[in-house]
């Protein structure tokens, strides 16, 4: 049985290169299921009020903690920028130093190593992480607001945040605070994850034993787009289930070092993100 594929196509055809990477990233179920609507400050997908209200009140409260007058201008296009809250936070928290980087985990008396973990070329900290690391300026020289970046005279993340905002429009800075975002999203895989997200692809394989531990066949697998860990061990116990059912064994059993998998197939809810893989793993089971 093929797992089903995005028409990639299509998706370069019609999404930006943000949305794109996005769609991707989405796993699709083998049968067809209808659209719904899910939360996605929750890792269930489901809606609470006192999620809402928390996200709610967390924005009110860097709102109200950044009505300085010399920054006015700055905070006022940040907080009515067209982006996903998360984001705005995020570049709030970025501009005042406060991202937990290693530096500012070594100021708090956390034992770590303070390089920067891409290239361990300088102290990580947060103007280092999203402007001054090689990788960063890379992609920044990529981006359409380079002959702006490029003439920014230097100092600390705050004041590139400021100068961006004093010479692009609305559009252009919500462009440079997704890409901040992106940054630390790479950052925070490679450090917590080990993944390196320049990567389209992730391999997948399963392995068929016996009761006596004896190989009684294997496949490996290609998936093409930005998955992550946990969503490449949904895809991995997907095919294992797959592939008992195609050799067509009639008692077997999927082993997997992921809990988090494991609690999922157990625990199915059907407005998680993986939602369509676990779906399509239980129905293999029945």
Excluded at 74 to 86: A, C, D, Q, T
């Amino acid at each position: 049985m093929s797992p089903p594929t995005w028409i990639g196509e299509m998706i370069d055809k019609v999404f930006c290169a943000v949305d794109r990477d996005l769609v991707w990233e989405i796993p699709l179920s083998a049968g067809k299921r209808d659209d719904i609507l899910v939360w996605h400050y929750d890792h269930k997908g489901i809606y609470l009020v006192r999620s809402g209200y928390r996200i709610e009140m967390e924005g009110r409260r860097l709102a109200g903690c950044s009505n300085g007058n010399y920054l006015g201008r700055w905070w006022s296009k940040l907080w009515g920028l067209n982006v996903p809250s998360k984001i705005k936070i995020h570049v709030w928290r970025a501009f005042h130093e406060a991202l937990p980087v290693r530096s500012q985990l070594c100021r708090r008396g956390i034992n770590v190593d303070q390089w920067c973990p891409r290239f361990r070329e300088s102290v990580e900290g947060c103007t280092h992480s999203l402007w001054l690391c090689v990788e960063a300026k890379e992609m920044w020289e990529e981006t359409i607001l380079w002959p702006v970046l490029n003439a920014f005279p230097g100092g600390r993340f705050s004041s590139l945040c400021s100068f961006v905002s004093d010479r692009c429009n609305r559009e252009e800075l919500g462009i440079f605070c997704m890409l901040v975002w992106s940054l630390w999203v790479d950052r925070n895989l490679l450090v917590f994850e080990a993944v390196d997200n320049n990567m389209d692809f992730m391999g997948i394989g399963v392995v068929a034993r016996d009761a006596n531990g004896t190989v009684l066949g294997a496949v490996s697998r290609r998936l093409f787009g930005r998955l992550s860990p946990h969503h490449g061990e949904c895809f991995a116990a997907r095919g294992g289930a797959w592939f008992a059912c195609s050799q067509g064994y009639l008692s077997w059993t999927i082993e997997s070092d992921a809990i988090n998998v494991v609690w999922a197939v157990q625990n199915p809810t059907m407005r998680a993100l993986e939602a369509n893989l676990i779906e399509d793993i239980r129905n293999t089971c029945l």
